[in-house]
C-alpha cells in the first residue's frame, strides 16, 4: 500500500516559519517526483514546489519563491517544504504528491493544515 503521510502543519503568526514533512513508504521514492499542492477555502488547488527524483530540479510558483524551500531526503524516503516569511494568504491545506511524470500526483497524501495568523 503506497503511503504519503504529510505532517508538521500548524498555527503561525505571519513571519514564522514552519517545516512540513512527507513520509513515503509503498514505492521506491527514488523514482519519483515529489510535490507540494495547498488548496485554501474558497480557492483553486495550487501547485507550490516540486522536485525532480535525484538530480536537484525545483519549481515554485510565484507566490512562494523565495521564501519556501523544498527538498528530500531519498534515503529516508522522505520530502520536504520549509516555508519561511510564512503570509495569511499561505494559510490552506498542505498535500505532498509523488509521480513519475507531469503532472507530479500518482499518489497524494492526506494533507496538512497550516494556518497562519495577522
Known amino acids: 500500500e503506497v503511503q504519503l503521510q504529510a505532517s508538521g502543519g500548524g498555527l503561525v503568526q505571519a513571519g514564522g516559519s514552519l517545516r512540513l514533512s512527507c513520509a513515503v513508504s509503498?514505492?521506491?521514492?527514488?523514482?519519483?517526483?515529489m510535490s507540494w499542492i495547498r488548496q485554501a477555502p474558497g480557492k483553486e488547488r495550487e501547485v507550490v514546489s516540486c522536485?525532480?527524483?535525484?538530480?536537484?530540479?525545483?519549481y515554485y510558483a510565484d507566490s512562494v519563491k523565495g521564501r519556501f524551500t523544498i527538498s528530500r531526503d531519498n534515503p529516508k524516503n522522505t520530502g520536504y517544504l520549509r516555508m519561511n516569511s510564512l503570509k495569511p494568504e499561505d494559510t490552506a491545506v498542505y498535500y505532498c504528491?509523488?509521480?513519475?511524470?507531469?503532472?507530479?500526483?500518482?499518489?497524494w497524501g492526506q494533507g496538512t493544515l497550516v494556518t497562519v495568523s495577522s
Open positions: 522536485t525532480s527524483k535525484s538530480d536537484g530540479t525545483t
Open positions: 509503498g514505492i521506491t521514492f527514488d523514482d519519483y517526483a
Open positions: 504528491a509523488a509521480g513519475k511524470s507531469l503532472p507530479i500526483d500518482d499518489y
